[in-house]
């Protein structure tokens, strides 16, 4: 008498609020690229469209979820949402599913309701626990749980997972049924140093100018003064971590400048961007420094997704694993 392997099928995903397809990739580096078929993206920017094609190889074209029904979105395993966090037209918990229309969490939602996926991974700022005093959270909760989802909730540290970024998010994760065999990650401690994402020799461009230098150190001036701890941030190689790199980063750099010796500071690379949020070198960047700042800032830092993708597969494995029992006489 012996065992068979075990197996599990391909996981089907779709891919909403897509973005540059930071979350897909988490994913798919967890799970391994070949068995995970993304069967639907949905992303309205058009130039965010652009990189998240040139990578995947893809075709998409600019979607806007709010009008797609959800009969037409294809049958999945996987759900992944970077939500906007936008205010619900209902505060409260009187009406459950109706609560969230007039959000964008709403067509997630209609969209789980008619599909039924095995499991969902959502993403939003970390400021979505305190929104409307808690009570956002509250119905996103009910909403899923009036679904049959068991709902695991954690805010998880781009630099508890080796991204020298103190980027801090809050992650949703669903399973069908009363399921409580999903764990966050727990954090790897890998020790970060902004020198692992800064480039040699960078072009002079990134180098800020004296006039911006200047009103930098003077609104930093100004805010000391009143008291609070606005005005931008100096990093260099030896730093631990930088802040949150946003998707304003394009503006003025002011929250991450790196220093340099003998010049003004200069603004991070759009290379060093990607890497401060965990893309490998082989994500290829192609839109201007412009777009790839808000691309980047507006993305997820990717080992923080793969270290949730990996007890992701767990479940997965463990929903779909089939053991046979063969006799031979």
Same mark, same amino acid.
């Given at each position: 008498?012996?065992?068979?392997?075990?197996?599990?099928p391909k996981?089907?995903?779709?891919?909403?609020?897509a973005?540059?397809?930071?979350i897909?990739?988490?994913?798919?580096?967890?799970?391994?690229?070949?068995?995970v078929?993304?069967?639907?993206?949905?992303?309205?920017?058009?130039?965010?469209l652009?990189?998240?094609?040139?990578?995947?190889?893809?075709?998409?074209f600019?979607?806007?979820?709010?009008?797609?029904?959800?009969?037409?979105?294809?049958?999945?395993?996987?759900?992944?949402a970077?939500?906007?966090?936008?205010?619900?037209?209902?505060?409260?918990?009187?009406?459950? %599913?109706e609560?969230?229309?007039?959000s964008?969490?709403?067509?997630?939602?209609?969209?789980?309701?008619?599909?039924?996926p095995?499991?969902?991974?959502?993403e939003?700022?970390?400021?979505?626990?305190?929104?409307?005093?808690?009570?956002?959270l509250?119905?996103?909760?009910?909403?899923?749980?009036?679904?049959?989802?068991?709902v695991?909730i954690?805010?998880?540290?781009?630099?508890?997972?080796?991204?020298?970024?103190?980027?801090?998010?809050?992650?949703?994760?669903?399973?069908?049924?009363?399921?409580?065999?999903?764990?966050?990650p727990?954090?790897?401690?890998?020790?970060?140093?902004?020198?692992s994402?800064?480039?040699?020799?960078?072009?002079?461009?990134?180098?800020?100018s004296?006039?911006?230098?200047?009103?930098?150190q003077?609104?930093?001036?100004?805010?000391?003064?009143?008291?609070?701890?606005?005005g %931008?941030?100096?990093?260099?190689?030896?730093?631990?971590?930088?802040n949150?790199?946003?998707?304003?980063y394009?503006?003025?750099?002011?929250e991450?400048?790196i220093?340099?010796?003998?010049?003004?500071?200069?603004?991070?690379?759009?290379?060093?961007?990607?890497?401060?949020?965990?893309?490998?070198?082989?994500?290829?960047?192609?839109?201007?420094?412009?777009?790839?700042?808000r691309?980047?800032?507006?993305?997820v830092?990717?080992?923080?997704?793969?270290?949730?993708?990996?007890?992701?597969?767990?479940?997965?494995?463990?929903?779909?694993?089939?053991?046979?029992?063969?006799?031979?006489?």
């Amino acid at each position: 008498m012996m065992k068979s392997k075990k197996t599990s099928p391909k996981i089907r995903i779709i891919d909403l609020f897509a973005g540059i397809g930071g979350i897909r990739l988490g994913v798919e580096h967890a799970f391994g690229a070949s068995n995970v078929d993304c069967v639907f993206t949905s992303e309205i920017d058009v130039n965010a469209l652009r990189t998240y094609n040139h990578h995947f190889k893809e075709d998409n074209f600019p979607l806007d979820i709010t009008t797609v029904a959800e009969r037409s979105v294809p049958s999945h395993d996987l759900l992944l949402a970077g939500f906007p966090c936008q205010p619900f037209s209902q505060a409260g918990l009187k009406k459950g %599913f109706e609560d969230c229309r007039g959000s964008l969490f709403f067509d997630i939602a209609r969209i789980l309701k008619e599909h039924r996926p095995t499991m969902f991974l959502l993403e939003n700022v970390k400021q979505l626990k305190g929104h409307d005093k808690g009570r956002t959270l509250k119905t996103i909760i009910a909403v899923l749980e009036e679904m049959d989802y068991t709902v695991h909730i954690d805010v998880l540290r781009a630099k508890d997972f080796g991204v020298p970024q103190n980027r801090e998010r809050v992650f949703i994760v669903g399973i069908l049924g009363n399921n409580s065999s999903f764990q966050f990650p727990r954090p790897s401690h890998i020790h970060t140093s902004v020198s692992s994402i800064l480039e040699q020799d960078v072009d002079p461009k990134y180098t800020i100018s004296d006039r911006l230098w200047e009103g930098h150190q003077r609104r930093k001036k100004e805010h000391l003064e009143k008291g609070n701890g606005f005005g %931008f941030s100096l990093f260099s190689e030896t730093s631990t971590y930088t802040n949150t790199i946003s998707a304003r980063y394009y503006k003025d750099g002011s929250e991450i400048l790196i220093e340099q010796a003998g010049k003004n500071p200069r603004k991070l690379t759009p290379r060093e961007a990607a890497r401060l949020q965990g893309f490998p070198d082989t994500f290829e960047i192609p839109v201007s420094d412009t777009q790839a700042y808000r691309q980047f800032g507006n993305s997820v830092a990717v080992p923080v997704i793969q270290a949730i993708g990996v007890e992701l597969s767990k479940v997965w494995d463990t929903l779909n694993t089939e053991q046979k029992d063969y006799c031979y006489a």
